[in-house]
Structure formats: structure tokens, C-alpha cells
């Protein structure tokens, strides 16, 4: 059975950087396309950043194009999201998903994912 696990979420002010980390275990991680999502209570679910499971290819969100940066290290199971210039607006529990079909589509799209892990916090003060 697939396990993800965030870390790294917490309090920062605004201008400042956090380090997601998503631990995977259970399955092939060099097999997994991995996405990062955040909501807020009450509100949809959207994409931030995805890397395809070859690492070939990257998508992300008008709202983190820039600022933040997904990438994952196939020797320990992790998948990060690098997060810099962080704004209050970025305030929200942040997930990291996986998904295993190795076609890399979709990887905006949060229904095609298969596995995801509790979230993680991020607040962000002003």
C-alpha cells in the first residue's frame, strides 16, 4: 500500500522560504508522478507544482511559476516543493499526491491522482 507523508509546513513570515517533503513508501517511487496541492477550508482544491515520475518534466501553477520549485530524489523516496517569496495568501494545508499509470498526463488535474498523503500546515503571517 502507497504511503505519502508532508513535512516541513509551519508558521513563516511573509518573504520568507519553506521546504515541503513528501516521503513515499509502499511502492516504486521511480514509478510515481508527484503532484503538490493546497486548500483552504471551504474552498477547491488546486494544483501548485507537478514532476513526472522520469523527472523529465515539471508543470506548475500561475500562482507558484517563479517562487516555487518541485523536485524529487529517487535514491531517498522524496519528493520537495521549495517554496520562496512566501505571501499570506499562500496560507493553507498543503498535500503531496502520487499518481502510477507512467504516462505523465494530467499532472494539473488532481482527480487523476491515486495517493495522497494528510497535508501539511503552511500559514503564512503578514
Known amino acids: 500500500q502507497v504511503r505519502l507523508e508532508e513535512s516541513g509546513g509551519g508558521l513563516v513570515q511573509t518573504g520568507g522560504s519553506l521546504r515541503l517533503s513528501c516521503a513515499v513508501s509502499?511502492?516504486?517511487?521511480?514509478?510515481?508522478?508527484m503532484g503538490w496541492f493546497r486548500q483552504i477550508p471551504g474552498k477547491e482544491r488546486e494544483f501548485l507544482a507537478a514532476i513526472s515520475w522520469s523527472g523529465g518534466r515539471t508543470d506548475y501553477a500561475d500562482s507558484a511559476l517563479g517562487r516555487f520549485t518541485v523536485s524529487r530524489d529517487d535514491a531517498n523516496d522524496i519528493a520537495y516543493l521549495q517554496m520562496d517569496s512566501l505571501r499570506p495568501d499562500d496560507t493553507a494545508n498543503y498535500y503531496c499526491?502520487?499518481?502510477?499509470?507512467?504516462?505523465?498526463?494530467?499532472?494539473?488535474?488532481?482527480?487523476?491522482?491515486?495517493?495522497w498523503g494528510p497535508g501539511t500546515q503552511v500559514n503564512v503571517s503578514s
Open positions: 509502499g511502492w516504486t517511487f521511480s514509478n510515481l508522478d
Open positions: 499526491a502520487a499518481k502510477d499509470d507512467l504516462n505523465s498526463r494530467g499532472l494539473s488535474d488532481w482527480r487523476r491522482y491515486d495517493y
